[in-house]
């Protein structure tokens, strides 16, 4: 006799896929038999951790692996471009209710373009995405990263209209907000390696046993030690989703007019350019050039939108 029903996909090792009937946890191994993927899916990953499936499996033989039969319409999902092979693109994770970015002052090292692009992503697919400054309890360990000023990279990110949280995975500071703030939900930690996403992990719920990183203190650097994208369920209530570190986030395609929407703070002012669409570059009566002249907007992030916009252009 067989089994149907309707899942989400809870972790993902490549070829094979945990499945769970959200928000009941109760894992079952299934798998894609043959060619199974979203009408114009272009990614190298069929399924997402995230992603709701139909699924038939063998209810006489318990223990038996299912079949996924079709993947439902993705509600949102995080998506990223591979740095090498520049057309191919990675879902990361699929219908999540917010993406934390894991990002420190201390080591590893913040990138601001990945920061941006990461950034980018989630506005051009209808992610809500916060960023965690973890590893706060350091703070009085010496200076933070060189040039990297805490007041300056909040206020970098609030001008956009991020939200910003401190927070210590070790220390346990800002815990029990991102607790309170996981229950009812599905959530995304991304950031790159090493920035302490399994760490958050386990100190929203102790429980849980992600496998962290130990950072080598000679290079103070991350070993990838998570390979795969696995959502844990908190006991707390909610779900949130590890991801192993990822080096670089390329954009995936967009059109150069459309580039500035996914920029909030950009997209607030820029009714009042003279010229629609405008590039924001050598267009006169710009008002995104306005509110970077008068620092609404931050060079940081302006720099970063003319980044991306010559790096698109070279793929056009
Ligand atoms: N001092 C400090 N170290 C942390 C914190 N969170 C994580 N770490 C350390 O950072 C390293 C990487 O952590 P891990 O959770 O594996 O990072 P991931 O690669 O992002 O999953 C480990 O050595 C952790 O002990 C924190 O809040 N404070
Ligand atoms: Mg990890
Ligand atoms: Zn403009």
């Known amino acids: 006799m067989e089994r149907k029903g309707t899942a989400t996909v809870v972790k993902s090792a490549g070829t094979h896929y945990l499945l769970s ?19 114009t899916q272009t990614e190298t990953n069929p399924v997402a951790v995230g992603d709701l499936v139909e699924y038939a499996a063998d209810a006489g033989n318990f223990g038996s692996v299912a079949l ?6 993705r509600r949102n999902c995080v998506i990223r471009k591979s740095a090498n092979l520049s057309y191919e693109s990675h879902v990361i994770a699929a219908n999540v209710d917010a993406a934390y970015l894991v990002v420190t002052l201390y080591y590893p090292e913040i990138k601001p373009e990945f920061v941006d692009r990461f950034l980018v992503s989630c506005e051009a697919y209808g992610v809500p995405a916060i960023i965690l400054l973890n590893k706060n309890d350091l703070i009085d360990e010496g200076p933070a990263q060189l040039g990297t ?9 609030r001008r956009a209209g991020y939200r910003v949280e401190e927070l210590s995975a070790i220390e346990g500071r800002g815990i029990a907000k991102l607790r309170r703030e996981i229950r009812g939900r599905v959530v995304l930690l991304s950031g790159i390696s090493g920035v302490g996403k399994s ?3 386990k100190a929203l719920d102790p429980k849980l ?9 000679y290079y103070r650097q ?28 390329g954009l995936v395609n967009f059109k150069p007019e459309e580039l500035s929407t996914y920029f909030p703070e950009m997209l607030e002012v820029m009714d009042g350019c003279r010229f629609k ?19 609404r907007i931050s060079v940081e992030r302006y720099n970063s939108y003319l980044g991306m916009l010559d790096e698109g252009s070279k793929y056009r």
């Open 21 to 39: 009937e959200l928000p009941v946890w109760n894992p079952f191994r299934a798998e894609i038999r043959g060619k199974l993927r979203l009408e």
């Open 222 to 249: 991350g070993k990838h030690t998570t390979s795969m994208y696995e959502m844990y369920p908190v006991s707390t209530g909610g779900f949130v989703i590890d991801t192993p570190g990822v080096r670089g986030f």
């Open 149 to 157: 000023d805490r007041e300056a990279f909040e206020s970098i990110y």
């Open 68 to 73: 996924i039969s079709k993947i439902l319409p």
């Open 209 to 217: 046993e992600p496998k962290v990183n130990e950072i080598s203190s």
């Open 199 to 201: 760490s958050i992990v």
């Open 277 to 295: 669409p405008c590039t924001h570059t050598h267009e006169p009566d710009c008002a995104v050039k306005a509110a970077v002249g008068d620092g």
